[in-house]
């Protein structure tokens, strides 16, 4: 496996795993709040996220290629309202997005779309 589609598709990996440690703790902050639609919406996208992270770590394995998972590290957040937990879902690790640099053509090649996933 190529190293620069190797360490994209491990940033990307990372990034799939920020977001599903926020989406996680804005689950279980809705359902304290008793919104269990809400808490159900994140639950899926949580899920959605590891399938997408799972997929992308096979594809890494089968192709002789290396995993690399790093630290989570997220300011732990308690927010004063629903809507103000809802406005961080908008843009979660649009810092995280921000530093990947990859080449549309790197990303079509592997079956990608311009978001990174598979």
Request: hydrophobic letters at 35%; proline letters at 4%.
């Amino acid at each position: 496996m190529d190293k620069r589609i190797e360490y994209a598709m491990n940033t990307l990996i990372n990034t799939e795993i920020w977001s599903t440690n926020l989406y996680l703790s804005l689950q279980v902050y809705f359902e304290g709040q008793q919104l269990p639609i809400l808490a159900s919406w994140l639950s899926a996208q949580a899920q959605d996220n590891m399938g997408k992270v799972y997929q992308m770590m096979n594809r890494i394995y089968h192709e002789g290629g290396a995993v690399t998972i790093h630290e989570i590290r997220r300011d732990i957040r308690q927010w004063p309202t629903p809507l103000a937990a809802l406005n961080t879902v908008r843009y979660p690790n649009f810092t995280y997005y921000a530093r990947i640099r990859i080449h549309p053509s790197i990303l079509s090649s592997r079956g990608c779309t311009q978001n990174g996933y598979m």
